[in-house]
């Protein structure tokens, strides 16, 4: 099944429940907006575009489970809930992006009846418009690779953190599908273990050759010269970087990625970003991101075991951001480019992708 997808018979958002890999592949059903936004937040559903198709369905959700006499009550209890959904992680853009989309729609319909089947029919042409996007990444990007190279990727930027096939690893699947026989090391990606729990599941279930190393491994395997790419996701790119990056674009991705991007230069090594344009946010600059703080339990503990000091001041920022001077290739549907970026054509880009 997709990442995400809506339940036609239980008349519900339901998704793979990615914090019980790898131990167990079960699905979780959210039957209210309070359960989505719960899934969101406890990284049920995670990934920049899954969430984006996430923040679409719970709209679609939202819409089918307020009622009112009035279309402009009805309106206003959707969009309550929508922005609730959007606010739920505040780093990648594709949750509100998508989330605002698909209210739009509701606010543009005639009636409670029409809004309700507009929203879900949007939802679904989201989540379908991404797994196509990412297969237009995975061959721009399969381009890059040659056969018999070996890739490193970070956190999970696959298939379950896209409705489907993935950005970072669908140009690795898109290698395979060309004949190319491309290896995968996966960080472990502390503290939550995307790259151990998710990446390495479903990169094995495709068979792709995989090697988990610790986080603190890394710049061993670059320094040894075991590593021909390193290739990562986004979960959002500003064109502008603001006070700290100057007129360059920047990609915040999982905590970790910068460092990444650091040694990939030192060592010669191409640093790849893979998103589609629905991650580029023409809006803001790098100043006016928030970088997600989550819970420091995830620190002082590890799966419920004590880690450290029950009161030890904790920093546990989810993402970090790597300005465009140390990305070699960035890989989006409509090709492959090499920063600096042209800004004036990714803002148009941006538009017709919207
Ligand atoms: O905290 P997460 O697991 O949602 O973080 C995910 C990432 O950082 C991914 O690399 C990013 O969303 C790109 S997904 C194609």
């Known amino acids: 099944m997709r990442t995400i997808d809506w339940d036609h018979d239980r008349d519900c958002v339901v998704m793979v429940d990615q914090t019980q890999l790898p131990a167990t592949y079960t699905t979780y059903h959210a039957e209210t907006v309070a359960q989505l936004i719960e899934s969101i937040r406890t990284l049920r559903v995670r990934g920049a575009p899954a969430l984006g198709a996430a923040g679409a369905y719970g709209v679609a959700l939202a819409a089918r489970r307020h009622e009112a006499d009035e279309f402009a009550v009805y309106a206003d209890a959707v969009a309550a809930d929508a922005e609730?959904?959007?606010?739920?992680?505040?780093?990648?853009?594709?949750?509100?992006?998508?989330?605002?989309?698909?209210?739009?729609?509701?606010?543009?319909?005639?009636?409670?009846?029409?809004?309700?089947?507009?929203?879900?029919?949007?939802?679904?042409?989201?989540?379908?418009?991404?797994v196509e996007r990412n297969r237009q990444i995975g061959d721009h990007g399969a381009a890059l690779l040659s056969d018999g190279d070996t890739v490193m990727t970070h956190c999970n930027a696959g298939a379950l953190a896209t409705v489907d096939w993935g950005t970072a690893l669908g140009i690795v699947y898109s290698a395979h599908e060309a004949d190319k026989r491309v290896d995968v090391v996966a960080n472990e990606t502390r503290p939550l273990n995307q790259g151990a729990r998710i990446t390495t599941v479903e990169l094995l279930e495709r068979d792709v050759e995989t090697t988990l190393i610790p986080d603190?491994?890394?710049?061993?395997?670059?320094?040894?010269?075991?590593?021909?790419?390193?290739?990562?996701?986004?979960?959002?790119?500003?064109?502008?970087?603001?006070?700290q990056f100057g007129d360059q674009g920047v990609v915040f991705n999982k905590i970790g990625t910068y460092k990444h991007a650091v040694l990939?230069?030192?060592?010669?090594?191409?640093?790849?970003?893979?998103?589609?344009?629905?991650?580029?946010?023409?809006?803001?600059?790098?100043?006016?991101?928030?970088?997600?703080?989550?819970?420091?339990?995830?620190?002082?503990?590890?799966?419920?075991?004590?880690?450290?000091?029950?009161?030890?001041?904790?920093?546990?920022?989810?993402?970090?951001?790597?300005?465009?001077?140390l990305v070699d290739y960035l890989v989006t549907e409509t090709g492959v480019y090499e920063p600096p970026l042209d800004r004036a054509a990714f803002v148009e880009a941006a538009e017709m992708a919207a």
């Open 84 to 130: 609730a959904i959007a606010n739920a992680r505040p780093t990648a853009v594709n949750l509100s992006r998508e989330a605002e989309r698909v209210l739009e729609e509701l606010e543009n319909s005639a009636s409670i009846d029409a809004a309700r089947e507009r929203t879900l029919r949007l939802a679904h042409s989201i989540a379908d418009a991404d």
């Open 216 to 243: 603190n491994a890394s710049g061993l395997w670059l320094q040894r010269g075991d590593v021909d790419a390193v290739v990562v996701g986004a979960d959002r790119i500003v064109l502008e970087g603001g006070e």
């Open 264 to 325: 990939a230069d030192r060592h010669d090594v191409p640093f790849v970003v893979a998103a589609p344009h629905a991650t580029i946010d023409t809006e803001r600059t790098a100043d006016e991101v928030e970088i997600e703080e989550r819970d420091p339990s995830e620190l002082r503990e590890i799966y419920g075991t004590q880690n450290a000091p029950a009161d030890v001041p904790v920093g546990n920022p989810a993402f970090d951001p790597t300005p465009m001077e």
